[in-house]
Nanobody, 116 residues
Framework: VQLQASGGGLVQAGDSLRLSCAAS????????MGWFRQAPGKEREFVAH????????SYADSVKGRFTISRDNAKNTVDLRMNNLKPEDTAVYYC??????????WGQGTLVTVSS
């Protein structure tokens, strides 16, 4: 399974951004998918998760109410819509796939920089 994340960039606080992750190989529609991020000097942290069917989602408390994860199994994509961005959201964002249990496949990351 290969994952390609895109959509990062430089934005101002309060702006919105949408990240997208395209999957190839494997059986995307059967995988749970997630977004993670790693800020400079910090450990990678969980951001959002979506079940294979798209009917169940979960979010880190720090992004709840501002970020929305969604997926399109027909297009093999998972998106992360980020609203009201804050400087503390600055990080490299990674998408990941979990065929069974733990996340086994990771994308290369896309950088999001939020200026104050």
């Amino acid at each position: 399974v290969q994952l390609q994340a895109s959509g990062g960039g430089l934005v101002q606080a309060g702006d919105s951004l949408r990240l997208s992750c395209a999957a190839s190989g494997g059986t995307f529609s059967s995988y749970a998918m997630g977004w993670f991020r790693q800020a400079p000097g910090k450990e990678r942290e969980f951001v959002a998760h979506i079940a294979w069917s798209g009917t169940m989602t979960s979010y880190a408390d720090s992004v709840k109410g501002r970020f929305t994860i969604s997926r399109d199994n027909a297009k093999n994509t998972v998106d992360l819509r980020m609203n009201n961005l804050k400087p503390e959201d600055t990080a490299v964002y990674y998408c990941a796939a979990a065929p069974v249990g733990d996340y086994a496949y990771w994308g290369q990351g896309t950088l999001v920089t939020v200026s104050s």
